[in-house]
C-alpha cells in the first residue's frame, strides 16, 4: 500500500510549531485561533504579560490603545522594556516587542486615550473578538461595560497592584460545544441498543479476543432477562452484574476483567441531562428566528431530533473507549458506532438546513462537518449567561452570593475584592491611586471608602486595615512577578473565550500573591 502523501512543508512547520496546544483544542481551534482579533487598553506590565499569553500561541492579531509614554515606573515592571524605551509611545513599543515573540501575529496599536473612541467611535470595538482593559478608571470601566454589553463582546477588566490582582468577565451570552469535561461519560446505549448494534452483537460470539463491551452486552443481556427487563440502577445491581461476568471467566481473560471494571460507567449514555435539557427548552432555542446565530439553529434542530427521530434520546457520538482486543473485532464495533452517528448527524443536519432555508439565511452558515461535532458534544454543550459589569457599581445589585458570610471564611479572598474596588472609588475621588503621595494617611481613606460600599450593601463586617495598607504601600505599582502570573492566568481565559471551547471563569478571579492563593466568586 503506497503512503500518504506528505503535508507541505507549511502546514507541517506549523504543526510542529503548535504541537502542544492543538492536542489541547484541535487544529479547528487553532485556526478559530488564528483568525481571531483582539484589544488590549492600556499596555501595563499585566496588560502585556496577557498579551504574550495569547501570542505565542498564535492569536490572529492584536491592537494596543494607549495615549501613554514609557516612564521609569514602566521599565521597573515591565518585562518587555528597557531603558533606552523611555519616552516612547506605550502602545507602539510593547507592540513591536510583543510581535518578535511571533512573526505569525498581526500587531497594531493606536496612540489615544480609549474615553474618545468609546465617545465618538463606539463601533471600533466591534472588529474584536475580546477587548482587555487593565487599570482603568472606575468611569471608563462603566462606560466601557455598558458599550461592549450592547456589541454582545466579551470584556475582561483586570488590575494588579502590589501582591494583588483581580480580573473580572463580562459576557453577554456565550455558546460552547466543546467544554471538556473532566469525567466525560462514555454513550455506549446499553439500555437503548440501535438496531445496528443489536445486529452486530448478535452476529458476535464471545471470545478472549473480542472487545469488552461484546462480553459486557451479551451478559447485561442475561441479567435483563433474569431481572424482568430492568437494567442495573443502583450499587447493589451492578455488583451483582459484575459478579455474572466474573462468573463466565475461563482463566485470565483480559476483556472480561476490562467489563467488569466498565460496568460502573457504562450505563446512562443518551439520556439528556437537565442542563441540556433546559438549554432546549429555552425560548432562544424554541424559537428561533432571523436574529439567531449558527450555535441556536443547531440546538433547535437538535431538540427536534430528539423529541422524534431520537424518541427522548441525544444523537449518538459515536465514540468508543480504548480496549483490548484483535484489530478487526475493535474496528468492527467501532464502525457500527460511527456509521450509526453519521446516521443521527444526517438527520440533525437535514433539520438545520431546513431552518436556515426557512429564515432565509446562508446554506454555509451551517456545514454538515459543525452539525457533527455539535451532535458528538451534544451531551455536555452549554451557555453562559453572563452579568452586566457596570450592575456590580448599582448600590441595588442583587449578588448571587452572600458576601458577609465569604467575608467571615477563614482565608478568603472577598476582603480583597473589597478592597479593590474601594481602590477604584479612591481614583474616581481623588484623581490618584492610593499610596501615590502617603501611603499612612490614604490607608485610613481606603477603609473609610470600604466601609460606606459594605453598609451600603447592608454588611457589618469590618475589612482588615491589613488588606488597606498593603494597596496603600504600594501606590499603584505593579509587580512584575505577580502581573506575569495573573497574566497567564487571564489569557487561558482568554482563549477559551475565543475558540468557544472549555468553560471560562465565571465571573471573578482573585489573586494573592504574598499567600499564592486563587479564588473565583461570581458577582
Given at each position: 500500500?503506497?503512503s500518504?502523501?506528505?503535508?507541505?512543508?507549511?502546514?507541517?512547520?506549523?504543526?510542529?510549531?503548535?504541537?502542544?496546544?492543538?492536542?489541547?483544542?484541535?487544529?479547528?481551534?487553532?485556526?478559530?485561533?488564528?483568525?481571531?482579533h483582539?484589544?488590549?487598553?492600556?499596555?501595563?506590565?499585566?496588560?502585556?504579560?496577557?498579551?504574550?499569553?495569547?501570542?505565542?500561541?498564535?492569536?490572529?492579531?492584536?491592537?494596543?490603545?494607549d495615549?501613554?509614554?514609557?516612564?521609569?515606573?514602566?521599565?521597573?515592571?515591565?518585562f518587555?522594556?528597557?531603558?533606552?524605551?523611555?519616552?516612547?509611545?506605550?502602545?507602539?513599543?510593547?507592540?513591536?516587542l510583543?510581535?518578535?515573540?511571533?512573526?505569525?501575529?498581526?500587531?497594531?496599536?493606536?496612540?489615544?486615550?480609549?474615553?474618545?473612541?468609546?465617545?465618538?467611535q463606539?463601533?471600533?470595538?466591534?472588529?474584536?473578538?475580546?477587548?482587555?482593559?487593565?487599570c482603568?478608571?472606575?468611569?471608563?470601566?462603566?462606560?466601557?461595560?455598558?458599550?461592549?454589553?450592547?456589541?454582545?463582546?466579551?470584556?475582561?477588566?483586570?488590575?494588579?497592584?502590589?501582591?494583588?490582582?483581580?480580573?473580572?468577565?463580562?459576557?453577554?451570552?456565550?455558546?460552547?460545544?466543546?467544554?471538556?469535561?473532566?469525567?466525560?461519560?462514555?454513550?455506549?446505549?446499553?439500555?437503548?441498543?440501535?438496531?445496528?448494534?443489536?445486529?452486530?452483537?448478535?452476529?458476535?460470539?464471545?471470545t478472549?479476543?473480542?472487545?469488552?463491551?461484546?462480553?459486557?452486552?451479551?451478559?447485561?443481556?442475561?441479567?435483563?432477562?433474569?431481572?424482568?427487563?430492568?437494567?442495573?440502577?443502583?450499587?447493589?445491581?451492578?455488583?451483582?452484574?459484575?459478579?455474572?461476568?466474573?462468573?463466565?471467566?475461563?482463566?485470565?481473560?483480559?476483556?472480561?476483567?476490562?467489563?467488569?471494571?466498565?460496568?460502573?460507567?457504562?450505563?446512562?449514555?443518551?439520556?439528556?441531562?437537565?442542563?441540556?435539557?433546559?438549554?432546549?427548552?429555552?425560548h432562544?432555542?424554541?424559537?428561533?428566528?432571523?436574529?439567531?446565530?449558527?450555535?441556536?439553529?443547531?440546538?433547535?434542530?437538535?431538540?427536534?431530533?430528539?423529541?422524534?427521530?431520537?424518541?427522548?434520546l441525544?444523537?449518538?457520538?459515536?465514540?468508543?473507549?480504548?480496549?483490548?482486543?484483535?484489530?478487526?473485532?475493535?474496528?468492527?464495533?467501532?464502525?457500527?458506532?460511527?456509521?450509526?452517528?453519521?446516521?443521527?448527524?444526517?438527520?440533525?443536519?437535514?433539520?438545520?438546513?431546513?431552518?436556515?432555508?426557512?429564515?432565509?439565511?446562508?446554506?454555509?452558515?451551517?456545514?454538515?462537518?459543525?452539525?457533527?461535532?455539535?451532535?458528538r458534544?451534544?451531551?455536555?454543550?452549554?451557555?453562559?449567561?453572563?452579568?452586566?459589569?457596570?450592575?456590580?457599581?448599582?448600590?441595588?445589585?442583587?449578588?448571587?452570593?452572600?458576601?458577609?458570610?465569604?467575608?467571615?471564611?477563614?482565608?478568603?479572598?472577598?476582603?480583597h475584592?473589597?478592597?479593590?474596588?474601594?481602590?477604584?472609588?479612591?481614583?474616581?475621588?481623588?484623581?490618584?491611586?492610593?499610596?501615590?503621595?502617603?501611603?499612612?494617611?490614604?490607608t485610613?481613606?481606603?477603609?473609610s471608602?470600604?466601609?460606606?460600599?459594605?453598609?451600603?450593601?447592608?454588611?457589618?463586617?469590618?475589612?482588615?486595615d491589613?488588606?488597606?495598607?498593603?494597596?496603600?504601600?504600594?501606590?499603584?505599582?505593579?509587580?512584575?512577578?505577580?502581573?506575569?502570573?495573573?497574566?497567564?492566568?487571564?489569557?487561558?481565559?482568554?482563549?477559551?473565550?475565543?475558540?468557544?471551547q472549555?468553560?471560562?471563569?465565571?465571573?471573578?478571579?482573585?489573586?494573592?500573591?504574598?499567600?499564592?492563593?486563587?479564588?473565583?466568586?461570581?458577582?
Amino acid at each position: 500500500m503506497s503512503s500518504p502523501a506528505p503535508k507541505s512543508p507549511e502546514m507541517s512547520d506549523k504543526s510542529r510549531k503548535y504541537d502542544r496546544q492543538i492536542r489541547l483544542w484541535g487544529e479547528h481551534g487553532q485556526t478559530v485561533l488564528e483568525n481571531a482579533h483582539v484589544c488590549l487598553i492600556n499596555a501595563t506590565a499585566l496588560g502585556t504579560e496577557i498579551l504574550k499569553g495569547i501570542v505565542l500561541p498564535g492569536i490572529g492579531g492584536f491592537t494596543i490603545v494607549d495615549h501613554r509614554t514609557i516612564t521609569e515606573e514602566d521599565v521597573g515592571c515591565n518585562f518587555f522594556l528597557d531603558l533606552e524605551s523611555i519616552g516612547q509611545s506605550r502602545a507602539k513599543r510593547c507592540m513591536q516587542l510583543l510581535q518578535e515573540l511571533n512573526p505569525d501575529v498581526n500587531g497594531d496599536y493606536l496612540d489615544e486615550h480609549v474615553e474618545p473612541l468609546i465617545d465618538g467611535q463606539p463601533d471600533f470595538f466591534r472588529s474584536f473578538d475580546v477587548v482587555i482593559a487593565t487599570c482603568i478608571s472606575q468611569r471608563t470601566i462603566l462606560r466601557l461595560s455598558n458599550v461592549l454589553w450592547d456589541q454582545n463582546i466579551p470584556l475582561i477588566v483586570a488590575r494588579s497592584v502590589g501582591f494583588y490582582g483581580v480580573a473580572r468577565l463580562q459576557l453577554r451570552e456565550h455558546c460552547i460545544i466543546e467544554t471538556h469535561p473532566d469525567n466525560k461519560p462514555t454513550d455506549l446505549r446499553l439500555e437503548h441498543p440501535f438496531e445496528g448494534l443489536k445486529k452486530h452483537m448478535d452476529e458476535t460470539e464471545i471470545t478472549n479476543k473480542v472487545p469488552w463491551l461484546v462480553v459486557l452486552y451479551k451478559i447485561l443481556q442475561e441479567w435483563v432477562a433474569a431481572h424482568d427487563g430492568r437494567y442495573p440502577s443502583n450499587y447493589r445491581e451492578k455488583s451483582d452484574l459484575r459478579e455474572m461476568i466474573r462468573s463466565k471467566m475461563e482463566g485470565e481473560q483480559e476483556n472480561f476483567e476490562e467489563a467488569i471494571k466498565a460496568v460502573n460507567s457504562s450505563f446512562g449514555g443518551g439520556t439528556p441531562s437537565t442542563a441540556v435539557r433546559e438549554m432546549l427548552q429555552d425560548h432562544r432555542c424554541v424559537n428561533v428566528n432571523t436574529e439567531s446565530n449558527a450555535f441556536w439553529i443547531m440546538a433547535r434542530a437538535l431538540k427536534d431530533f430528539v423529541e422524534n427521530e431520537g424518541n427522548g434520546l441525544l444523537p449518538l457520538p459515536g465514540v468508543l473507549p480504548d480496549m483490548t482486543a484483535d484489530t478487526n473485532s475493535y474496528i468492527n464495533l467501532q464502525n457500527v458506532y460511527r456509521n450509526q452517528a453519521a446516521h443521527d448527524a444526517e438527520i440533525v443536519f437535514r433539520r438545520a438546513r431546513q431552518l436556515l432555508k426557512e429564515l432565509n439565511k446562508p446554506n454555509d452558515l451551517i456545514t454538515e462537518k459543525d452539525v457533527r461535532l455539535f451532535c458528538r458534544e451534544a451531551a455536555n454543550i452549554t451557555v453562559v449567561q453572563g452579568t452586566k459589569l457596570t450592575d456590580e457599581f448599582d448600590k441595588g445589585y442583587h449578588r448571587e452570593m452572600n458576601i458577609s458570610s465569604v467575608l467571615e471564611t477563614p482565608n478568603s479572598l472577598m476582603g480583597h475584592y473589597i478592597v479593590l474596588r474601594a481602590l477604584d472609588q479612591f481614583q474616581a475621588d481623588y484623581g490618584c491611586l492610593p499610596g501615590e503621595s502617603e501611603a499612612e494617611s490614604d490607608t485610613g481613606g481606603m477603609k473609610s471608602l470600604a466601609a460606606k460600599m459594605l453598609s451600603e450593601w447592608g454588611i457589618g463586617t469590618p475589612l482588615s486595615d491589613d488588606l488597606a495598607y498593603e494597596i496603600c504601600r504600594y501606590g499603584g505599582a505593579e509587580i512584575h512577578s505577580v502581573s506575569a502570573f495573573l497574566g497567564g492566568c487571564i489569557a487561558h481565559e482568554l482563549i477559551k473565550l475565543v475558540t468557544k471551547q472549555y468553560r471560562p471563569f465565571d465571573n471573578t478571579f482573585i489573586y494573592d500573591g504574598s499567600t499564592l492563593q486563587t479564588q473565583i466568586y461570581k458577582l
